[in-house]
């Protein structure tokens, strides 16, 4: 059984949060985000959950990740400059393998930028902004109705990979109310159990993630962002060690990859191609309902990291890519690694999405 | 059993250099911990980075040693997140007054349930001993070459201000004081605050005319002014000699706490 | 009880040496593994939890324990008291 409401895109992930459960919301007022921190304000306390209002941006990460330790399903949302300012703790999150969901309605930028205008362009710094090599996994939600569905399941793939999971949103998307059906239900994937008496940090089975030792279970874990060993002691002076453990890190994201990916794929014979994710996938939507045409394919991507490379060899005749993106290009340049054929770039910056006309003017132009 | 027992033998002998303080310190914090009579599972030592924060990874309970000054943070995390916990943090002068100062006067306004041991060494000690916000106007350190120039922070006073519940100060030198503190800190629902001025042999003594470690343990201990005697001085007029610092239980109050245990 | 000092752990401050009440660390020239003088003990019988821990059941004075700051000081339990005779000579 479903219901029908007509919310907004925060709202939608800040009730997506609760139906998974989270129990945990730490955050730092910012346009566009703020919506969800003032509905899980209102919410979370009469569900027994825990509203932290810090003092900033990087104590709201920090925040999460110690609730996250201590057990809890843990959030935070924010938007371009907060996001970089937690830029240091998402590699922490992702050095001590903790699993929790960021938020990031994302606006324009650089800097202060339009914080009431809608953009993709923090696409590269979701998968590198902190420093070191680590792996993440970012979502993107296209409808309110994703909106609700991609934070259930950023919370399942966070608890099942041990990562730091992004819900990569705009503010488009953020502050558009459309319909949206809520089901009764939605699946909750757990974190994998710890097995006492192993070393805390051991990773035996082939998925390279070792089980959870919750702080509270007697389990004496040492947690640290110090390069560690197996039992969480600090060793960070030893090269194979740390290499070691940034290839686990790395790995076991990136060998989930065709696991977890979540695409569509539209007239896999085209020739010309669109691939969208976010925002930009509703004009794509438009531009195919109005030309009706099988010799125009359309990817529609939700999870773009770890990026799903395998879809596009789906498209066996594509002569052309066409990335309508809200920044200038930041996925088409991942994508233009992983193909032979010409992949063109349809940047747009300054808040307003793609108009139809626009695309139908790329697709018509000659390469 | 003993504080012994709170340590993981195979880490030790910890890292810090012969004669630093933090060793000191982290015994009369475990000595307090064993005398509430706390489960090691329900413990949590909470630490950022430093010195002082290396602290957390050689005790045996759930510790998290976290990013530079954000220690309060994740411990405000933890402890919302499980009330049921017990989180003790330890810090140092840099990690909790220069990086973390936000975090750190928020932690006391909101005054949530921690108990914060700072151990305070006037520098920072990791990085090779560069001036800090409490180094003492006119000390050398290697970023301040001709003197320290600014003025350093109270952080005692500090926390009182931002509304901690409860603040004490005392040193390395002070052992059963301390630990009375600690345990204080431990018994008193909200924020707690210990202050512990630590000798740094290495990276401040060495510049600052304390040949061995015993002179600058020393000079702690004939530079600290107990808080009666400091009450007892102002009231009949005396000066107070500059270079002192007051010691012993500088507030204790009862402001609503935040994360206590229902 | 007995005092005992962990050779290993031992950094060589001395600081025990300016604790104790009964002046029982001296500052020693035997040097441990890694080169550091370890303190040595002066007649330790006189320390005051070596001698009456067991009969109060607490842990008294203590405070080279929590000044070390390496960790290198406790107590260990002595072999129980074997009675020997003494040749007395008159």
């Known amino acids: ?367 | 059993m003993s504080f012994e027992d709170w340590y993981r033998q195979d880490r030790l002998p910890h890292i810090f250099c012969a004669g630093c303080g933090n060793g000191t310190v982290i015994n009369c914090t475990l000595a307090a911990v064993e005398q509430m009579g706390w489960k090691q599972e329900e413990t949590i030592f909470v630490s950022g980075i430093g010195c002082s924060s290396r602290a957390s990874g050689y005790i045996l309970a759930d510790s998290l040693h976290t990013t530079h000054g954000r220690a309060l943070a994740f411990a405000t995390g933890v402890k919302m997140a499980n009330k049921g916990l017990h989180v003790v943090v330890f810090t140092g002068d840099g990690d909790l007054a220069a990086i973390g100062g936000n975090h750190f006067i928020h932690a006391c306004r909101r005054n949530i349930d921690l108990t914060v041991v700072c151990m305070n060494n006037q520098i920072y000690g990791m990085t090779g001993g560069q001036g800090s916000p409490t180094t003492p106007l006119g000390c050398l350190s290697s970023t301040t070459p001709y003197g320290c120039a600014e003025p350093p922070f109270d952080l005692c006073e500090l926390a009182a201000a931002a509304g901690a519940n409860y603040v004490s100060r005392w040193t390395s030198y002070h052992v059963k004081e301390l630990e009375k503190a600690v345990k204080a800190g431990l018994e008193t629902p909200g924020f707690s605050f210990i202050e512990a001025l630590v000798q740094c042999p290495t990276a401040f003594g060495r510049r600052n005319k304390f040949k061995q470690v015993a002179d600058h343990v020393e000079h702690l201990r004939s530079h600290s002014l107990l808080k009666a005697k400091r009450d007892r001085m102002i009231e009949n007029g005396e000066q107070i000699p500059a270079g002192m610092f007051v010691v012993g239980e500088l507030t204790r109050r009862n402001r609503p706490a935040m994360g206590v245990k229902p | 009880m007995k005092l005992a000092i962990d050779e290993n752990r031992c950094k060589g401050c001395n600081l025990c040496t300016k604790v104790c009440p009964y002046k029982i660390f001296k500052e020693g020239k035997k040097l441990n593994r890694k080169g550091v003088p370890i303190p040595e003990l002066d007649r330790p019988e006189r320390c005051a939890n070596c001698r009456l821990r067991n009969l109060y059941g607490r842990q008294l004075c203590g405070v080279c324990q929590l000044t070390c700051p390496d960790q290198a000081i406790h107590w260990i339990d002595e072999e129980p008291y074997e009675p020997h005779k003494v040749a007395i000579e008159y």
């Open chain 1, 1 to 367: 059984m479903t219901r029908p409401e007509f919310w907004q895109g925060n709202t939608a992930c800040a009730e997506g949060a609760l139906a998974a459960g989270c129990s945990f919301f730490g955050g730092y007022p910012i346009t566009p985000s703020t919506e969800i921190a003032e509905h899980l304000a209102a919410k979370l306390p009469k569900k027994g959950g825990v509203f932290m209002q810090m003092e900033d941006e990087i104590a709201s990460m920090a925040s999460i990740i110690g609730a996250s330790w201590a057990g809890a399903r843990a959030m935070t949302a924010t938007s371009g400059p907060g996001f970089s300012l937690m830029m240091e703790n998402i590699g922490f999150a992702a050095m001590t393998e903790t699993p929790c969901v960021v938020v990031n309605v994302q606006r324009g930028g650089p800097s202060t930028g339009q914080p009431t205008m809608s953009a993709q362009g923090d696409m590269m710094q979701v998968r590198f902004g902190s420093h070191g090599d680590y792996a993440v996994i970012a979502l993107c939600p296209a409808t309110v109705q994703e909106m609700y569905e991609l934070t259930v399941k950023c919370f399942n793939l966070a608890d099942k990979y041990r990562v730091p999971v992004f819900l990569m949103a705009d503010e488009t998307i953020g502050h558009m109310r459309e319909k949206i059906l809520i089901p009764d239900t939605v699946e909750r994937v757990g974190r994998k159990p710890f097995v006492p008496g192993n070393p805390p940090f051991r990773a035996a089975d082939p998925d390279l993630i070792p089980g959870f030792p919750q702080f509270g279970t007697g389990h004496h874990v040492h947690v640290t962002g110090l390069t560690h060993d197996e039992r969480g002691y600090p060793a960070a002076t030893s090269p194979q060690l740390h290499m070691d453990l940034v290839k686990r890190l790395v790995d076991k994201i990136e060998n989930a990859r065709d696991e977890m990916a979540d695409y569509d794929v539209i007239n896999p014979d085209a020739e010309q191609v669109f691939i969208a994710y976010g925002a930009p996938v509703r004009t794509v939507q438009q531009v195919m309902h109005d030309r009706k045409d099988p010799n125009i394919g359309f990817l529609r991507i939700r999870v773009v990291w770890p990026f799903p490379e395998k879809a596009l060899a789906k498209f066996k005749n594509a002569k052309r890519f066409l990335i309508p993106e809200m920044n200038l290009g930041q996925i088409a340049r991942e994508i233009e690694r992983h193909v032979k054929v010409p992949v063109r770039s349809i940047p747009k910056l300054g808040g307003e999405l793609h108009t139809p006309a626009e695309l139908v003017r790329a697709l018509e132009a000659q390469p």
